[in-house]
Every structure is written in structure tokens, then in C-alpha cells.
């Protein structure tokens, strides 16, 4: 089960949230990356004018339940050099767990010797 504590944390102070409609989705921080990602029309992109944060968090997570495996959800605000500055809050593959690897010692590797002719 994916852990939203961070999400949830951040979308309280969030300007906007913004999703790509297949793995990225965005915690927008401030205004200068919210008129970012309406430049590069993203679309979904929902402001705090248009839902409060626990709207946004149930929305986040629609978003992240609709999303291709390669999801990802950061936070992304502007330092004060004027850059775009990236958080991780829920990272790519951070809640998959393949069956193979469900019992298996974290770090140990599985190989697979079976034999196949050719």
C-alpha cells in the first residue's frame, strides 16, 4: 500500500496540482512553478482556488491509482536561485513489489536457472 504522509503534508501549503494523464503528477509550491506548468499546458492542473488541500489529496490519489507504472508524485518549487527545485514525495516504483520478490530477503536477487532449449 502506497504511503501518502508526505503528499498529504505538502498539498496543505500546495499552489496547484498538475499531472501529465500517464506518470507524472506534480505538488506545485509556488506561483512561479504553477505559470511552468501551465506554459507546458498540462491539463489536468487544479489550483487551491479550485479545491481545498483534501480535495487535492483524494484527487492526487486518483491520479496516482490512474497513472502507467512508472509513477511518481514530487513537490516542485522555485529556489532562490530561480530554479526548479524537485522533492520526491512518493518515488518511480517506490510501491511495487513484483510476486516474485514478495518473499525474499530485501537485497537477496532471484535467479532463474531453469534450463530452456532452443
Known sequence: MTNFDSVEEKVGE????AWDTCH????LMDDKQLEIMR????DPLITDKEQT???????LKDWYASS?????????STNYENLACFESLIGQGEDEVEEDEEDTTQGATIIDLTYKSI
Open 14 to 17: 500546495a499552489k496547484a496540482i
Open 24 to 27: 507524472k503528477i506534480y505538488v
Open 39 to 42: 506554459g507546458y499546458e498540462y
Open 53 to 59: 488541500p483534501e480535495e487535492m489529496l483524494i484527487t
Open 68 to 76: 502507467c507504472g512508472l509513477r511518481f508524485i514530487e513537490a516542485v
